[in-house]
């Protein structure tokens, strides 16, 4: 059983920066191409950034040039740093592999940007 817990989120202003942090429970971890999710409200969960264990990223065109997603696999963590946010980026953010067989979803963190 892998265990995600996700944090780091909070209130800030258009403009600022948040850094998320995912702590995967397993050494697993390591081996999986990883993803951040979120889901606005009212809103399907979409993926926004994945790194391949090996480092390799890509980003929803939504998000590119001001996320960047990375890995500690001695930590077993999942971060995105996340600059210049706009309102249209306020959700529930959320870890999981990108895999078909998902573990189970952690409680996520709240991101919300407003002045």
């Known amino acids: 059983q892998v265990q995600l817990v996700e944090s780091g989120g909070g209130l800030v202003q258009p403009g600022g920066s948040l850094r998320l942090f995912c702590a995967v429970s397993?050494?697993?971890?390591?081996?999986?191409?990883m993803a951040w999710y979120r889901q606005a409200p009212g809103k399907q969960r979409e993926l926004v950034a994945s790194?391949?264990?090996?480092?390799?990223?890509n980003y929803d065109d939504s998000v590119k040039g001001r996320f960047t997603i990375s890995r500690d696999n001695v930590k077993n963590t999942l971060y995105l740093q996340m600059n210049s946010l706009k309102s249209e980026d306020t959700a529930v953010y959320y870890c999981?592999?990108?895999?078909?067989?998902?573990?189970?979803w952690g409680q996520g963190t709240q991101v919300t940007v407003s002045s």
């Open positions: 397993r050494s697993i971890f390591r081996i999986y191409t």
């Open positions: 999981n592999n990108v895999g078909t067989r998902k573990w189970s």
């Open positions: 790194i391949t264990s090996g480092g390799s990223t």
